[in-house]
């Protein structure tokens, strides 16, 4: 199915969600759209914590599966963000929509140095 009309929607519900600590350099998924969810996430905001002491990277790609299956292309690639330091990767005035069958996945470059938080919006 292909996304609904955004124009004439029945339900917006907001959702924030998080991974802490990201451990492993393969593709943790953050935000996942199943192929017969019959809904459009508009992603609003997608910010980086380094929580280390240290320099920390990663990279954010979109996938054309669900649960960071098929092809993907960078939203940001190997950025980097100082010890301590936060850094918005999707900001509320640049948003993306994921449509069915898509997802959003982090790549922890520096491993156990990164925390996501990702806020979106499921419209149907």
């Known amino acids: ?8 929607v029945s339900n917006i519900t907001g959702v924030t ?3 802490s600590g990201i451990s492993t350099t393969s593709v943790s998924v953050i935000i996942s759209n199943d192929s ?3 809904k459009v996430y508009k992603i609003n905001t997608i910010v980086a914590s380094n929580i280390n002491s240290i320099p920390a990277s990663l990279t954010v790609k979109i996938f ?6 098929g092809t993907s292309v960078a939203i940001a690639s190997t950025i980097a963000i100082p010890a301590g330091s936060s850094l918005a990767i999707i900001g509320k005035d640049t948003p993306i ?6 997802s959003i996945g982090v790549i922890a ?3 156990n140095s990164i925390d996501i938080v ?4 499921i419209i149907s």
């Open 1 to 8: 199915m292909t996304a609904p009309n955004i124009v004439n």
């Open 17 to 19: 969600t998080f991974l």
């Open 36 to 38: 017969s969810s019959n």
């Open 64 to 69: 054309g599966g669900a649960s960071g299956a």
């Open 97 to 102: 929509y994921l449509e069915e069958n898509r």
């Open 109 to 111: 470059i520096t491993p």
């Open 118 to 121: 990702g806020s979106y919006e």
